[in-house]
């Protein structure tokens, strides 16, 4: 039984197909299944692996590299706050605090801790889904997820390609 649904699986294999050396291949698979699930499943990196001609390890090598990949369920918006030096100083840890809470029973929203978005001029920052945010206060970081969940801003997919 394939992970990928029958119109990913032929779209897997025409990914596949453009590179001279499959393994390649890896990181695109990766956001389709991802795109596909909202999370990348031991089993979407074992299909992964039987696509590329590699191990599952490998693939789950270079997925764990990348922090866009999430290794477990999330909501439809992922918000990513950043809390480094920059923003550490310009309220970033209190709009992680105040969006932790506020979003704490909601399964459509996942928010998370993040280093660095390198934005450090417009600080403090978040992504939704990899659409940046800055000069943000407790409220305005809320009022933008809202304005996502709700349908006023139009979200990316959680591994940030743009919807149709």
Request: proline content about 5%; overall charge negative; aromatic content about 6%.
């Amino acid at each position: 039984m394939s992970f990928f649904n029958d119109a990913n699986l032929k779209r897997a294999q025409e990914i596949v197909a453009r590179y001279p050396h499959p393994k390649s291949a890896i990181l695109p698979l990766a956001h389709l299944a991802q795109d596909q699930t909202g999370w990348l499943p031991d089993e979407a990196m074992g299909e992964i692996a039987e696509l590329t001609g590699t191990t599952a390890a490998d693939v789950l090598g270079t997925c764990s590299f990348y922090t866009l990949f999430k290794r477990r369920p999330c909501g439809k918006l992922v918000v990513s706050v950043c809390t480094n030096v920059t923003c550490l100083v310009t309220g970033g840890p209190e709009i992680l605090e105040h969006l932790e809470a506020r979003y704490a029973t909601d399964d459509d929203v996942t928010v998370e801790e993040v280093e660095c978005l390198a934005a450090c001029g417009g600080a403090p920052a978040m992504q939704v889904n990899y659409e940046f945010h800055e000069h943000l206060s407790e409220s305005s970081a809320e009022e933008i997820v809202d304005e996502y969940k709700t349908g006023a801003r139009k979200a990316r997919t959680i591994s940030g390609a743009p919807v149709g």
